[in-house]
């Protein structure tokens, strides 16, 4: 099973990132399972969602404390929250940031690292800086844990073109470095 | 039977696609947190003349249930969900409905009740509807969720039931969770679950008198002939399950004992911390416990036998209550359990688990420790009877 | 068609039984029976607790020959919209070919205290009933404790010093719900009540009738006078006779000399503590002389 | 009214059917008692459609005069008071 | 210490002026059988001076106690009393009630619910609530019920207690039959139960706020801390009975047996019925036959080990509900008590007598029939473990 | 002494504390700080459950600097009138000396639909309570389904296709309870709000503030616009402002040259479904030309 | 232990009756209870009362079944309800009728019957038909349960010097004729 | 936050008297920040009245300029959009 931790901001999408993800593992047969931390959380404060992947049916439903891997989607979230908080040793991080993963690595010294500066993207692409579905790219990148083209397949079913677009652009530019 | 490919849905999602399948009249309801986006969803399927029904949104839960009531009086099929303080408010109502014998299906997402205000997940808000005479389940799952909401209007208005229904479903931890769902066909559900015009009905051609006044003469016969129902729809309940079961590949019984037979120490639990269980079970058994345990998959009526059929074996069993009962012996479905033994002449040690009250997370840890202390009992090292897993202090 | 005469209604079928239980005298059971006459067979009568509801339905008897439904005090105008939605949905689909009526009758408590909302809701919604608040000024199926419609200086049994606010204005409530038929009525003006019935039952939307109902136990009067006081509230002004139909008020009964208030409330035992105040009864007679001014009623004339 | 029925002869749902005029004379609440001098009676109506209960009507068969259902009337005297020429009188039952 | 001559009160009269003896401050209610009279002599009394309150009468049970509760926050000694569907339109509010800690006191005339609707007693208004986090007191005199209101505000405004409080006194028999009562003095009660500014309340001068919102690392430790002070309230309801004793005579117990000590079978009520069942006893000694009762007078906190100290000897013993829980294992209180002997490790054989619901009178001889079958329980030829007593059918 | 200009208000102390949790550009904030400067110290707050409550009262920490309470989310009204009784108990029984402003801050839901009838009741009462709706024309804390206060044709959760009823007329309620005081406020027109406040709090029974308050996430706008929808709201005539006393109606904000309302809705995602409706366009046109018919606003000016 | 049921109308203060008895009762120190069948009965239609009196507290709370005496208070009732119904053996029916203990007897031959016109004595002294006290008078006269004095006490802390007298004139106009 | 508190530890009755300003910073929710132009501010106090926080205020001490408290201000940006001379810019954080 891997276990993947989302953390943005209250209305940047991170719930629709769980369920596309989860979405695109089930069309490659596997079991998924996508949930946030709801709350009263207004547009801007901070918020965590998750994913679940597996072979096996997934029965266990607690919160995900130590992830596989620890997806960002907003590029300032790393200075107000500890992301790599609970993260498995040689784990991943999949950071939205203008930073290098190797500027990155600083201060992340003990994960593996993968990066791409998802709100350039989204601007550019979707005009606005929603960056959910343009982490999703880098998230497959980065971690190969679902098939680039069922990613495609679920956002061009929820969102459109212009969205995979997005989605490919950041798959090409997500930079990686190994723990 | 499943499907190659299955929808990817949360709890509300699917209860929601159910309910069009269902191809209900009228839905009436209101908002509050975690049920919401059950109606929303609907909303959006009338709005798109994909659900040919009558959808009120009411000024209050207390209007909700009882349009819901008075539609089914009038021979519709009626939907409705709600939660905690929303459900509270629907109190009075509820035991009327069961009265009036009237097939009200109503889906819970469950959630703590005030105060303080909670959006979070447990049972305090069921647990005191518990006397109001509808059958209620719990499920597990989306895909439970989905499949009881179908099997509910066959069991709720089968002529020799005619009793309201309540799937409980855990908020947010079922309701707003994604996971795999293998929905039927329109037409399975059509057939599975199809609509009557009930026979006693409001009806200007053959006029009756609903909800009349009542002297001491026929109150304990009236009350008892309701609560006589809700005791023998078991077994329609059971075989309603079982021809799902031949339609789906899916059928649940009324409880779902794990690894019962040879376990020493046995939980009993209810709702989606099942599954949770479940994963820990094996956990366990992997590494040789003897460890097992039973999910309540009906709650009212309560079902005893098949209860007590899968602990009777037990060394000590654990009961997880995800509700307070304030001052009383012990939680709601720990008195429950505990009395069932007591009419069953048994004697195994029991104690009982408060859990995951308003949100608190459920780890597989947790329930580790649970299955220590169990296996604890027998050595009557043990003196508590209640253990408040996860509280502070 | 409105109603041109008296042999128009009795001669229209009755839907109300005797034998039921309401006191000798009731004025709600005159309602009741006037309102199912008009309303007619295909119509389904939804009542909110209250004396009419308790003491016509009381098992193993009805008195209605109409579908029935009662379900709780607060309730009654969403059990109500709740058969409109049913009717609705299952002619829309076709599993039902035959449409009716969906009639409301519900006490003043009901309706101004602890049904308020419901009916709100119902209101805004636009749901198509007819909602009927007999108001007979208190909660008499308790034992006659203060409503929200009891008007200043009644007696209760919860304001026995007398009742200091006004009677709630249910009907400048509809009227500011955009209610499109709105309409006061009374027993003694039984074609124009007859005719409002008609025209509610007409309107593709919520219509609502605040009709008063004289109470011989909680008014304290006796029995006979049933009518006569409903006759004396019209003429002393207290009880105009109008209707809102489309966002325009009209007056449907004229008075041209108006009788005094002291008429009225001396027949009433509820009104016996002020009898000897003439600072609370000129309180009165100018609360109606206001509401006379409001809807263009004549002078009184001693 | 005869034997209470047993839970299971009742219908469910706490429905009923049975019209109170088929088993619930109202008549004995009465003490006073309305009686109609048909030598004056206009056949106005008044009566007929004022009585709460309602017991009082035209009889379909005869020359349509207004009879009153004493089963049922519960004396309350509205009948005497709104008759336009006062043709009814209460009087008080033995 | 009886004075002589006693007052002939009604239940909700002796109630009634028991609050105008308290100089409570604020009284909030709405309207219901049997409850109103309460009520109408309350407001009788402010209109004559003879109590300086706020009375207001509102427009519904839901801001009845909604206004008790904010009034007790502000710092002032609160009544309300309600019955049947007024009770459970409050419903949502009672648990906000018990967890913001305010010492709110309610009497409940006991009366069944709809459907159907039927104004006679039983305890179908008052189980559902069991759940709510209130003491709650079940009374069997007018006596009882005026001195447990002069009780109640001193625990329900202990510092240490802070909770609201249910006096529950059976509809009819008890709030409408009028019987001899001996009414202490005005200072008497003024100096038992004096009314103290609460600490904890919306005084601009110390602002605070109530009732936030509660994420979950919160809810569970707060909910558990409300429940625990009501368990915890116990032995202090014990100690205001005693010194209650002490100033009046009269004091009650938590349980209340009788000639439990060598009887073979007990009966285990609580309310109104428990005279009766004292009367039938009585006879029944006479007769020789070895009989007991045990009343509880407290409900929540339940009194687990004074009851189960009481009928530890029997043989048999008969549990009685004047409530139904369609569906459920048993009634309400032969659930928990049932659940009590299991966690005593107890295995004295129990059965549960529905009695008297919607006012279905009960007769002495319905009592000794409930004792004659009690005892054929030991022979084990009894089979059955619930019997609805007057049932028809 | 009315409020001459802003410094004056500035000048007020605040009991509204930052840190809270409302979404940024939250016009809900922006209320409740307001109403704080000029109620006070001696003030109790209570709320009814929806966005202000659950984001300024996330424990441990309050955003409220007075005594404030939350219940549940249909009483708001029911839990200040028990504390308006308290307060005159205790002072008339000299256990308490000094009097408190009891004040409301409810949403649109809590106040026009489930918490209607609360509300009814304590102006029937005339219970002293300053009972102020911010409404946000939808249920916005539970994610943005519509309400009895949801304008006509406005896009929700639960109306996907917008709207189909008019917005509840809160202040016609209001008024046919006969409240002495009510007023239409909103944030742009600072002056005339904070009149309103203190005006509001002045009057011996019930006064009625019905507030406009533009909420982001709602009415789908970027956060810096939430002031210029409030001024555009009033501009295009579509939320006059006025008050209410002693049955008089008067307005107190002159709009002499209206905006048209499209100016107003194009901001607004929730509208966007009828950008190129013309005609769902000019029937909103046409409803704010009927509002500044009755209150006597100037003509549209394009 | 005395068990005394009433037999009414709603309206004529059945209730109040047997609290009045109760009254009396317990102001010469024995003990009581006063009930009555509740209900929504409206004004006219049959009611019943009760009244236990006894030295030892009373602890049954049921109906009484088997009453010592029956009280009716409207003189039409014995046309419409079964006044003797469970009736002790000798046990006393107090009746209100213009008919004299003979005429009754005929239809009551098993029990000791007391009769008094409390309607003629309350129309003419009260002016009303309300026989409430009035039949008080004849009850004590005719049983002796309670003494006159405290009757005649009680009735006056509730009414006025009027109803005493009317109860004084249905105690010395009330005929006795033995089972 | 620091440790959270055990259930005894609570008030009662789930008060509480600790303001928001003390603990929760709402200054990190901000994309955009807002700088004031203090060259052109004319100190007219609509950015201080209209901000939701609220987070502006005329210091006390010094030459009484408006002050803008980052540690809440989210970036709503109604500061710069309705000051009446335009002189706040949000600028995007970084
Ligand atoms: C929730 C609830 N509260 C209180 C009652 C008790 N109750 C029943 S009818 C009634 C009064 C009815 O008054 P109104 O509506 O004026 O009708 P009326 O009896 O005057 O005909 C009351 C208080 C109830 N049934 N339900
Ligand atoms: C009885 C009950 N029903 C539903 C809810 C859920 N609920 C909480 S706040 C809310 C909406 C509030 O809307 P509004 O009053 O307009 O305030 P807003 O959130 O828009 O500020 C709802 C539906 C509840 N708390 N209680
Ligand atoms: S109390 Fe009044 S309303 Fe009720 S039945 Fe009697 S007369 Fe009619
Ligand atoms: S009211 Fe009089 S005149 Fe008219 S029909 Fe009746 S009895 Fe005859
Ligand atoms: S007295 Fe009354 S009940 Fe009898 S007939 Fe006349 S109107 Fe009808
Ligand atoms: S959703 Fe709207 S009302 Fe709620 S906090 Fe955000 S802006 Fe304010
Ligand atoms: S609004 Fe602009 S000019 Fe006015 S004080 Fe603020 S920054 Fe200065
Ligand atoms: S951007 Fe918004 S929160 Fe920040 S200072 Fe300006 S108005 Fe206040
Ligand atoms: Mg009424
Ligand atoms: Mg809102």
């Given at each position: 099973?891997?276990?993947?931790?989302?953390?943005?901001?209250?209305?940047?999408?991170?719930?629709?990132?769980?369920?596309?993800?989860?979405?695109?593992?089930?069309?490659?047969?596997?079991?998924?399972?996508?949930?946030?931390?709801?709350?009263?959380?207004?547009?801007?404060?901070?918020?965590?969602?998750?994913?679940?992947?597996?072979?096996?049916?997934?029965?266990?439903?607690?919160?995900?404390?130590?992830?596989?891997?620890?997806?960002?989607?907003?590029?300032?979230?790393?200075?107000?929250?500890?992301?790599?908080?609970?993260?498995?040793?040689?784990?991943?991080?999949?950071?939205?940031?203008?930073?290098?993963?190797?500027?990155?690595?600083?201060?992340?010294?003990?994960?593996?690292?993968?990066?791409?500066?998802?709100?350039?993207?989204?601007?550019?692409?979707?005009?606005?800086?929603?960056?959910?579905?343009?982490?999703?790219?880098?998230?497959?990148?980065?971690?190969?844990?679902?098939?680039?083209?069922?990613?495609?397949?679920?956002?061009?079913?929820?969102?459109?073109?212009?969205?995979?677009?997005?989605?490919?652009?950041?798959?090409?530019?997500?930079?990686?470095?190994?723990? | 039977?499943?499907?190659?490919?299955?929808?990817?849905l949360s709890g509300n999602l699917a209860i929601a696609y159910a309910i069009k399948q269902l191809n209900v009249d009228v839905v009436s309801a209101y908002p509050i947190?975690p049920q919401t986006t059950i109606i929303e969803k609907i909303s959006e399927y009338v709005a798109k003349g994909e659900l040919k029904a009558n959808f009120m949104l009411v000024e209050s839960e207390h209007s909700a249930i009882s349009a819901c009531l008075s539609a089914a009086a009038s021979g519709a099929r009626v939907f409705t969900s709600s939660s905690?303080?929303g459900l509270?408010l629907m109190?009075?109502i509820l035991?009327i409905t069961s009265?009036l014998r009237l097939p009200v299906v109503m889906v819970v997402a469950n959630?703590?009740?005030?105060?303080?205000?909670?959006?979070?997940?447990?049972?305090?808000d069921i647990?005191?509807q518990?006397?109001t005479?509808w059958i209620q389940f719990f499920v597990?799952?989306a895909?439970e969720a989905y499949d009881k909401v179908i099997q509910a209007y066959r069991i709720a208005e089968d002529?020799?039931v005619r009793l309201p229904i309540m799937i409980n479903m855990?908020g947010?931890?079922l309701s707003?969770?994604?996971?795999?769902v293998?929905p039927l066909?329109d037409?399975?559900v059509a057939?599975f679950s199809p609509w009557n015009l009930s026979?006693?009905r409001?009806?200007?051609?053959?006029?009756?008198?609903?909800?009349?006044?009542?002297?001491?003469?026929?109150?304990?016969?009236?009350?008892?002939?309701?609560?006589?129902?809700?005791?023998?729809?078991?077994?329609?309940?059971?075989?309603v399950?079982?021809?799902f079961?031949?339609?789906?590949?899916?059928?649940?019984?009324?409880?779902?004992?794990?690894?019962?037979?040879?376990?020493?120490?046995?939980?009993?639990?209810?709702?989606?911390?099942?599954?949770?269980?479940?994963?820990?079970?094996?956990?366990?058994?992997?590494?040789?416990?003897?460890?097992?345990?039973?999910?309540?998959?009906?709650?009212?009526?309560?079902?005893?036998?098949?209860?007590?059929?899968?602990?009777?074996?037990?060394?000590?069993?654990?009961?997880?209550?995800?509700?307070?009962?304030?001052?009383?012996?012990?939680?709601?479905?720990?008195?429950?359990?505990?009395?069932?033994?007591?009419?069953?002449?048994?004697?195994?040690?029991?104690?009982?688990?408060?859990?995951?009250?308003?949100?608190?997370?459920?780890?597989?840890?947790?329930?580790?420790?649970?299955?220590?202390?169990?296996?604890?009992?027998?050595?009557?090292?043990?003196?508590?009877?209640?253990?408040?897993?996860?509280?502070?202090? | 068609?409105?109603?041109?005469?008296?042999?128009?209604?009795?001669?229209?079928?009755?839907?109300?039984?005797?034998?039921?239980?309401?006191?000798?005298?009731?004025?709600?059971?005159?309602?009741?029976?006037?309102?199912?006459?008009?309303?007619?067979?295909?119509?389904?009568?939804?009542?909110?607790?209250?004396?009419?509801?308790?003491?016509?339905?009381?098992?193993?008897?009805?008195?209605?020959?109409?579908?029935?439904?009662?379900v709780?005090?607060?309730n009654?105008?969403a059990v109500?919209s709740g058969i409109r939605a049913a009717y609705d949905a299952l002619?829309m689909k076709?599993k039902?070919?035959?449409?009716?009526?969906?009639?409301?009758?519900?006490?003043?408590?009901?309706?101004?205290?602890?049904?308020?909302?419901?009916?709100?809701g119902?209101?805004?919604r636009?749901d198509?009933?007819?909602?009927?608040?007999?108001?007979?000024?208190?909660?008499?199926?308790?034992?006659?404790?203060?409503?929200?419609?009891?008007?200043?200086?009644?007696?209760?049994?919860?304001?026995?010093?007398?009742?200091?606010?006004?009677?709630?204005?249910?009907?400048?409530?509809?009227?500011?719900?955009?209610?499109?038929?709105?309409?006061?009525?009374?027993?003694?003006?039984?074609?124009?009540?007859?005719?409002?019935?008609?025209?509610?039952?007409?309107?593709?939307?919520?219509?609502?009738?605040?009709?008063?109902?004289?109470?011989?136990?909680?008014?304290?009067?006796?029995?006979?006078?049933?009518?006569?006081?409903?006759?004396?509230?019209?003429?002393?002004?207290?009880?105009?006779?109008?209707?809102?139909?489309?966002?325009?008020?009209?007056?449907?009964?004229?008075?041209?000399?108006?009788?005094?208030?002291?008429?009225?409330?001396?027949?009433?035992?509820?009104?016996?503590?002020?009898?000897?105040?003439?600072?609370?009864?000129?309180?009165?007679?100018?609360?109606?002389?206001?509401?006379?001014?409001?809807?263009?009623?004549?002078?009184?004339?001693? | 009214?005869?034997?209470?029925?047993?839970?299971?002869?009742?219908?469910?749902?706490?429905?009923?059917?049975?019209?109170?005029?088929?088993?619930?004379?109202?008549?004995?609440?009465?003490?006073?008692?309305?009686?109609?001098?048909?030598?004056?009676?206009?056949?106005?109506?008044?009566?007929?459609?004022?009585?709460?209960?309602?017991?009082?009507?035209?009889?379909?068969?005869?020359?349509?005069?207004?009879?009153?259902?004493?089963?049922?009337?519960?004396?309350?005297?509205?009948?005497?008071?709104?008759?336009?020429?006062?043709?009814?009188?209460?009087?008080?039952?033995?």
């Amino acid at each position: 099973m891997i276990e993947i931790r989302w953390h943005g901001r209250g209305g940047q999408g991170a719930v629709t990132a769980t369920e596309l993800l989860a979405k695109a593992a089930v069309k490659q047969g596997l079991n998924a399972q996508a949930f946030a931390m709801f709350g009263p959380e207004r547009r801007g404060s901070p918020v965590v969602a998750f994913t679940r992947i597996d072979k096996e049916p997934i029965e266990v439903r607690s919160h995900i404390y130590e992830p596989d891997i620890v997806v960002t989607l907003d590029s300032t979230i790393i200075n107000i929250v500890d992301i790599s908080a609970g993260l498995k040793p040689r784990g991943t991080l999949v950071i939205n940031s203008k930073s290098s993963p190797k500027e990155l690595k600083e201060s992340f010294p003990n994960f593996g690292i993968a990066a791409v500066d998802a709100t350039s993207i989204a601007l550019k692409r979707l005009g606005v800086p929603i960056t959910n579905t343009v982490m999703l790219g880098a998230l497959v990148k980065a971690t190969k844990i679902v098939e680039l083209s069922n990613v495609e397949k679920v956002v061009s079913e929820r969102f459109n073109q212009i969205n995979v677009e997005a989605v490919k652009e950041a798959f090409n530019e997500t930079l990686m470095l190994e723990v | 039977m499943q499907k190659v490919e299955p929808f990817l849905l949360s709890g509300n999602l699917a209860i929601a696609y159910a309910i069009k399948q269902l191809n209900v009249d009228v839905v009436s309801a209101y908002p509050i947190t975690p049920q919401t986006t059950i109606i929303e969803k609907i909303s959006e399927y009338v709005a798109k003349g994909e659900l040919k029904a009558n959808f009120m949104l009411v000024e209050s839960e207390h209007s909700a249930i009882s349009a819901c009531l008075s539609a089914a009086a009038s021979g519709a099929r009626v939907f409705t969900s709600s939660s905690s303080q929303g459900l509270l408010l629907m109190h009075e109502i509820l035991f009327i409905t069961s009265a009036l014998r009237l097939p009200v299906v109503m889906v819970v997402a469950n959630r703590s009740v005030s105060a303080p205000i909670n959006i979070w997940n447990d049972h305090g808000d069921i647990m005191p509807q518990r006397d109001t005479g509808w059958i209620q389940f719990f499920v597990e799952s989306a895909q439970e969720a989905y499949d009881k909401v179908i099997q509910a209007y066959r069991i709720a208005e089968d002529h020799q039931v005619r009793l309201p229904i309540m799937i409980n479903m855990d908020g947010i931890v079922l309701s707003h969770t994604y996971e795999p769902v293998y929905p039927l066909s329109d037409s399975e559900v059509a057939s599975f679950s199809p609509w009557n015009l009930s026979l006693k009905r409001l009806d200007p051609d053959d006029f009756l008198t609903i909800g009349g006044f009542c002297y001491p003469d026929y109150y304990f016969e009236t009350r008892y002939q309701s609560s006589k129902a809700l005791e023998d729809s078991l077994p329609i309940i059971s075989k309603v399950d079982k021809e799902f079961g031949k339609l789906s590949g899916r059928s649940y019984g009324l409880v779902s004992p794990f690894k019962c037979n040879d376990a020493d120490t046995i939980l009993v639990s209810m709702g989606s911390i099942s599954t949770t269980i479940r994963a820990t079970v094996k956990k366990l058994r992997e590494k040789g416990e003897k460890v097992g345990m039973v999910s309540l998959r009906l709650f009212r009526p309560f079902p005893l036998n098949e209860l007590i059929k899968s602990i009777k074996n037990a060394k000590a069993i654990g009961i997880i209550d995800r509700a307070l009962s304030p001052g009383a012996v012990a939680g709601p479905l720990f008195t429950d359990v505990t009395s069932a033994l007591y009419l069953s002449k048994m004697s195994i040690p029991a104690v009982n688990f408060f859990v995951g009250l308003g949100g608190r997370d459920v780890k597989i840890e947790d329930i580790e420790n649970m299955f220590v202390n169990l296996k604890k009992i027998p050595t009557g090292k043990i003196k508590k009877h209640s253990y408040y897993v996860g509280l502070r202090g | 068609m409105p109603f041109k005469n008296l042999k128009e209604i009795i001669a229209r079928q009755d839907f109300f039984s005797p034998g039921h239980g309401l006191c000798a005298g009731c004025g709600a059971a005159q309602i009741a029976r006037i309102v199912m006459k008009i309303a007619g067979k295909d119509s389904i009568m939804v009542n909110a607790t209250g004396c009419l509801e308790v003491s016509t339905t009381t098992y193993p008897w009805t008195a209605w020959k109409v579908p029935y439904i009662h379900v709780a005090f607060e309730n009654a105008a969403a059990v109500a919209s709740g058969i409109r939605a049913a009717y609705d949905a299952l002619i829309m689909k076709k599993k039902l070919g035959k449409d009716v009526n969906v009639v409301v009758l519900a006490g003043d408590g009901g309706t101004a205290d602890i049904g308020l909302q419901a009916l709100s809701g119902a209101f805004e919604r636009g749901d198509r009933i007819t909602y009927i608040c007999y108001d007979n000024e208190a909660y008499m199926n308790t034992g006659i404790q203060r409503s929200g419609a009891t008007p200043y200086d009644a007696w209760t049994t919860t304001s026995p010093a007398g009742q200091k606010t006004l009677k709630k204005d249910l009907m400048g409530i509809a009227i500011a719900h955009r209610v499109k038929y709105a309409a006061t009525a009374t027993i003694s003006y039984l074609l124009d009540a007859a005719n409002k019935v008609e025209k509610a039952l007409s309107i593709s939307g919520p219509s609502f009738i605040h009709w008063l109902q004289p109470c011989t136990i909680g008014w304290r009067y006796d029995p006979k006078l049933t009518v006569k006081l409903s006759r004396l509230a019209v003429k002393t002004g207290l009880w105009p006779l109008y209707e809102h139909y489309d966002g325009i008020n009209k007056l449907t009964v004229q008075v041209p000399k108006r009788t005094p208030v002291l008429e009225y409330l001396k027949l009433q035992g509820r009104f016996r503590h002020i009898m000897d105040n003439q600072e609370e009864l000129a309180k009165i007679q100018s609360y109606a002389d206001e509401l006379a001014a409001k809807f263009g009623l004549g002078p009184v004339v001693e | 009214m005869g034997r209470l029925p047993k839970w299971n002869e009742m219908q469910e749902g706490f429905i009923t059917k049975t019209l109170s005029e088929s088993i619930n004379k109202t008549g004995t609440w009465r003490t006073f008692k309305p009686i109609i001098d048909y030598s004056r009676c206009t056949k106005c109506g008044w009566c007929v459609i004022y009585c709460p209960e309602p017991c009082i009507s035209f009889e379909s068969s005869g020359d349509g005069k207004v009879v009153i259902d004493y089963d049922f009337c519960k004396g309350c005297g509205i009948c005497a008071e709104e008759c336009p020429i006062k043709c009814i009188d209460m009087v008080m039952e033995e």
